[in-house]
């Protein structure tokens, strides 16, 4: 009779936490692995240019979505780069992790006009 009461004990606090944190560990990789899964790289190029969009807008300049185009991460943790050209204006480059998030924007300096001779 004494091994049942031993058996029937909760398990120490400590494994207790171990296993609620191993748990939420799981569902956030399936969550990131669902989200990698279902992401496409039109998916991404299209959410970069629509916010290039929106920034060239906010800053009264026209621009379009055919001034974006993306290239390959060269990076270990960096899926892809998007470079967005506009006419007038510095080029903005987005890099993105795997995930879709972005991990740098930059604003490079408008073009320098070369004068004609």
């Known amino acids: 009779m ?8 909760l398990p120490h606090p400590v494994w207790i936490v171990f296993a ?3 748990c939420l560990l799981c569902l956030v990789a399936v969550r990131l692995g669902l989200r990698t899964a279902s992401m496409t790289e039109t998916d991404i190029i299209s959410h970069y240019s629509a916010q290039y969009l929106a920034q060239e807008q906010a800053e009264g300049r026209a621009a379009r979505p055919i001034d974006c185009y993306a290239i ?3 990076e270990i943790w960096v899926r892809m780069e998007v470079v967005c050209e506009p006419d007038e ?3 903005y480059r987005y890099v993105v992790g ?3 998030q972005l991990l740098t924007a930059t604003k490079g300096p408008a073009p320098q006009s070369v004068p004609q001779t």
């Open 72 to 74: 390959a991460g060269g």
């Open 89 to 91: 204006a510095g080029s």
């Open 20 to 22: 609620v944190f191993i």
């Open 98 to 100: 795997f995930w879709g």
């Open 2 to 9: 004494r091994w049942l009461d031993r058996s029937l004990r």
